[in-house]
């Protein structure tokens, strides 16, 4: 079995040595442009993005080769096999003993390469040292080299250049080892590294390097080339190690610097983000950061040279495709399932993809609206609009923060304001209404006039070009209008606890006038009048039957009642001078506070209204007897305001003189003493010149002004002030202790609550037909 056994395991050994390894290339490997050589440092020239320079030694020496690819931010597509360039240019790059084949093209016709020697005897002699950096011009049909000069060459090594153009002016930057004479952070570290060592004075060791330097070309002529350290930001870039293969990204818009070095230990690449300024020649170097790093990352832990980004560079899409060379697993790596991982020659060209923006520089505009009296206070229902030069309507914002991209050069215009016009009500505490800001210098509502910005003050703004990414900041300010929210409704009665309006009779029993001290003397007289003779029904008529004296026949008696009589004539001077007071605290608080308030209201709410209904009260006993003596027939639109309909319950009231008190609910006393109530009040009202402007103004709807109700309706939704009177026939809620007079003093008390004009001042705002109490009235 032993020997039949090793026989099978020496087949199956044998069998399994014999079978090649799968062999898979590393992430990013363009397989199809590598050979077992050496490839590095991908070019391409302006104007034609699918044709790719590179060089390669696969024939022996370094020469310059090409092939059409298709490029995508994912990957690189092989249309047509590497092959030796065979213009001119390739003449030029090729024929020399060694060169580097770093090219950077400036245009499709200029370029600037390094190169160790040159065919041409007369242009040897202009050569600076070891390699150099060339100029390349392409000029009927073929590309011829030239010097560059001692201004940018050294005696040293020149090479790996890179360019940033913008109009008639470059910038340059590359890589060379020349000597610097005193290395320090701010002056750079390179010297020939060629078997070179350096002992510093703080005792260190440093051995030859190479740094990267920056020249500029203005009008032609170039400057002298200074080491990167020397700029602000400098020294994160040049350090001890080695920096080799620089290469500018998106010169035009935000300039970043490609570049290699081993500062960590190995070759891997870094990015640098740049502030370059063509004007002054000014550069600075903003931060310094590696590429990401690892086993298929941009940076491995072996050799990345020679990244370069295809043009064009300025573009919407930020994913790009970063091509560099790589000696990552020369070696074949072991994978699982018999499968190796190995590069295709020494140094092989890689394409990854990496993300950088390069665009144009936004101009992000932002404009807030802010309370000018308190900026922390947020404004209340704000509404932003950015527009453009003919006044269109860009963008809007109904949060209080507007942002929008800008273009540079354009004239914009801002503007905003706030829609808010409804009080958010809070207890009794001040509101706001509304808001007001400046338009040329006047302080205008928002609601109805666009505020322009603080930018947009002068007809509007432009922004200029600008060279980084620009944050511009505006603010429209508003001034809040603060209001005290009014009462919904103001109660005046004389069942109140106030002492002015303490419980005193408005009128005489069965009597349609207001007791006043200015109408008493007028009543005692009317009442002896011939036309009221059989008036006794009236109180202070001589021939009442429970005051008056003039119907007893006994002197005694008679004499007894007449005195009593003349007490109660004095008393009822009493009440006069009460219900005087009342009625002028009354006019006094419409006149000089509520109508103050209500016109303040108004003045933001149009729709508001302020209705005065004066309400008056009968005798709590039935009139037997009686008529209305009066010479004129009253007629007026008796009613009230029915805030659970939310209208008014209106209907013409008429009484004709001779009209008949008699009824259980003493129904016509209670609309004749209504309407004198509001006779009596109104008098005093029309003394206040507001009240009369009101009035002028059509503002002011009374109940007398018409005698149709669909007509009085009509009206009313155009008024701003609208009286009513409505006569109630007496307080069902009174309940006197006693039934009637029986002569006991103080009796009469008990009922004179009864008689009495109370006045109800509703606010309200129309809403069609309707009229609602506003949501932040106070009760």
């Not at 036309?531 to 429970?546: C, K, M, T, V, W």
Request: proline share 8%.
């Amino acid at each position: 079995m032993k020997p039949y056994t090793w026989s099978l395991c020496a087949l199956l050994l044998w069998s399994c040595a014999s079978k090649p390894p799968q062999v898979e290339r590393p992430r990013g490997n363009l397989e199809a442009l590598n050979s077992a050589a050496r490839e590095f440092a991908p070019a391409f020239r302006p104007g034609n993005p699918d044709l790719l320079y590179f060089t390669s030694d696969r024939a022996g020496s370094e020469d310059v080769w090409r092939a059409r690819v298709q490029l995508s931010p994912t990957g690189v597509v092989v249309l047509e096999p590497p092959a030796p360039d065979n213009s001119e240019f390739r003449r030029w790059l090729t024929s020399w003993g060694a060169n580097e084949g770093t090219i950077a093209f400036l245009s499709p016709t200029e370029a600037i390469a390094a190169a160790l020697r040159t065919p041409e005897v007369e242009q040897a002699l202009a050569l600076s040292g070891g390699m150099d950096l060339l100029g390349l011009l392409f000029a009927d049909g073929q590309w011829r080299a030239f010097p560059l000069g001692d201004s940018l060459n050294s005696a040293a090594w020149d090479a790996h250049p890179t360019v940033g153009v913008r109009g008639d002016s470059v910038l340059l930057i590359f890589a060379s080892d020349r000597p610097v004479d005193t290395p320090a952070p701010h002056r750079g570290w390179s010297f020939p590294f060629r078997n070179a060592v350096r002992v510093l004075p703080s005792g260190d060791t440093l051995r030859g390097n190479a740094d990267l330097y920056y020249a500029w070309r203005i009008n032609g002529h170039w400057s002298p080339a200074r080491n990167l350290a020397e700029v602000p930001g400098g020294e994160l870039l040049n350090t001890t190690a080695q920096e080799y293969f620089p290469f500018l990204f998106c010169i035009e818009h935000r300039p970043r610097l490609l570049f290699v070095s081993d500062r960590a230990g190995d070759y891997d690449i870094y990015l640098a983000e740049l502030r370059v300024d063509f004007a002054h020649r000014s550069l600075e170097v903003l931060q310094v950061q590696p590429l990401p790093k690892g086993e298929d990352s941009l940076n491995s832990f072996f050799a990345e040279l020679s990244p370069a980004i295809p043009p064009p560079h300025p573009s919407a899409d930020s994913v790009r495709l970063l091509l560099f060379s790589s000696d990552r697993d020369t070696l074949a790596r072991k994978l699982s399932e018999g499968r190796v991982r190995k590069n295709v020659g020494a140094l092989d060209l890689y394409a990854l993809p990496i993300v950088l923006e390069c665009r144009p520089p936004r101009i992000t505009y932002e404009l807030v609206v802010l309370d000018r009296t308190d900026p922390r206070r947020p404004v209340l229902h704000p509404f932003l609009e950015l527009r453009d030069a003919s006044g269109q309507t860009i963008t809007t914002s109904t949060t209080g923060r507007l942002r929008a991209e800008l273009q540079p050069g354009r004239l914009y215009a801002a503007f905003g304001g706030s829609r808010h016009s409804s009080p958010e009500c809070v207890a009794p505490e001040p509101v706001i209404i509304g808001y007001t800001g400046l338009v040329e210098g006047q302080e205008l509502l928002s609601l109805h006039h666009p505020i322009p910005s603080e930018l947009s003050q002068q007809g509007g703004f432009r922004i200029p070009t600008p060279s980084a990414d620009t944050l511009v900041r505006d603010t429209l300010w508003l001034t809040p209008q603060w209001y005290t929210p009014p009462q919904c409704r103001w109660i005046f009665s004389e069942r109140l606890a106030d002492p002015l309006r303490r419980s005193v009779p408005y009128y005489q029993t069965a009597f349609w006038e207001v007791n006043t001290s200015a109408n008493l003397q007028r009543h005692l007289s009317l009442l002896r009048s011939a036309r009221y003779r059989d008036a006794g029904f009236i109180e202070l008529h001589p021939s009442n039957q429970y005051w008056g004296y003039l119907w007893l026949e006994d002197p005694a008696q008679r004499e007894r009642r007449r005195l009593r009589y003349e007490r109660r004539v004095q008393q009822y001077a009493e009440f006069a001078r009460t219900v005087d007071a009342n009625l002028r605290l009354l006019a006094d608080s419409i006149t000089r506070i509520i109508l103050p308030r209500f016109l303040e209201y108004a003045r933001h709410r149009p729709a508001a209204k302020l209705i005065i209904t004066l309400a008056a009260y009968s005798d709590i006993r039935p009139i037997v007897r009686g008529e209305y003596l009066g010479t004129d027939t009253v007629c007026y639109i008796g009613g009230h305001y029915d805030s659970l309909a939310a209208g008014f319950r209106v209907q013409l009231v008429c009484v004709p003189p001779g009209a008949s008190l008699v009824g259980a609910d003493n129904d016509t006393l209670s609309k004749l003493r209504a309407y004198y109530g509001y006779r009596e009040l109104l008098g005093l009202l029309l003394r206040d010149t507001l009240v009369q402007r009101l009035r002028q103004s059509g503002q002011l709807l009374l109940p007398t002004d018409t005698r149709s109700v669909e007509e009085f309706a009509r009206r009313a939704a155009d008024a701003s002030v609208i009286v009513l009177a409505e006569g109630r026939y007496y307080d069902p809620q009174v309940r006197p202790q006693l039934a009637g007079y029986y002569g006991r003093e103080g009796d009469y008390y008990e009922l004179d609550t009864v008689r009495r004009l109370d006045v109800f001042v509703e606010l309200v705002e129309r809403q069609g037909a309707l009229y609602y109490r506003p949501p932040c009235c106070l009760p």
